[in-house]
T-cell receptor, first 113, second 117 residues
């Protein structure tokens, strides 16, 4: 069985602060895929990144960066110099490739000016 | 990228009535679509997997007679909430899988907010 744990229910930061959202996963599969989605107040899910289990390289995209560590089964997401527009719920998700997505419970990020 | 639409974006209905939600893949044919439900401040929970031309596969605990899913064409899946009750109020999200790709290659619709009064 697959499981995704996002222990942080809600995080509040002030604009320009860096913030890291944690994601820990459980799976027995050797091949799997990890995702991060953003859900702004409008409700629409926005795809941010997909990582497969064979690629442990960290990735940076603008102010966003992701740290994938198989040794600790973690796939953490960092936003650098946060902005008010980053306020949203962020979901980490997992798939073994032939099943659908298993979502974590989400972390609500509130960025205040 | 692939686009998935949902209609309506929000709906209010009276208890005991039925409401239909449409999910369309606009620029690709989707043999498989997924329906999720999201309660306020909670995660997305998969309700069912909809395959074109066959019966939907429901997740454990989801009443198939209450949540009727029809995937009659390669671009349209519908979810009908029958005899809706206030506890069915939720945010319903569909996604569509691009044919030939893995199940994780899903494109999500914008969601439908259902309120049952």
């Amino acid at each position: 069985a697959q499981k995704v744990t996002q222990a942080q229910t809600e995080i509040s930061v002030v604009e320009k602060e860096d913030v890291t959202l944690d994601c820990v996963y459980e799976t027995r599969d050797t091949t799997y895929y990890l995702f991060w989605y953003k859900q702004p107040p409008s409700g629409e899910l926005v795809f941010l990144i997909r990582r497969n289990s064979f690629d442990e390289q960290n990735e940076i995209s603008g102010r966003y960066s992701w740290n994938f560590q198989k040794s600790t089964s973690s796939f953490n997401f960092t936003i650098t110099a946060s902005q008010v527009v980053d306020s949203a719920v962020y979901f980490c998700a997992l798939s073994n490739g032939y099943s659908t997505l298993t979502f974590g419970k989400g972390t609500m990020l509130l960025v205040s000016p | 990228g692939a686009v998935v639409s949902q209609h309506p974006s929000w709906v209010i209905c009276k208890s005991g009535t039925s409401v239909k939600i449409e999910c369309r893949s606009l620029d690709f044919q989707a043999t498989t679509m997924f329906w999720y439900r999201q309660f306020p401040k909670q995660s997305l929970m998969l309700m069912a997997t909809s395959n074109e031309g066959s019966k939907a596969t429901y997740e454990q605990g989801v009443e198939k007679d209450k949540f009727l899913i029809n995937h009659a064409s390669l671009t349209l899946s519908t979810l009908t909430v029958t005899s809706a009750h206030p506890e069915d109020s939720s945010f319903y999200i569909c996604s569509a899988r691009v044919p030939g790709l893995s199940s994780y290659e899903q494109y999500f619709g914008p969601g439908t907010r259902l309120t049952v009064t």
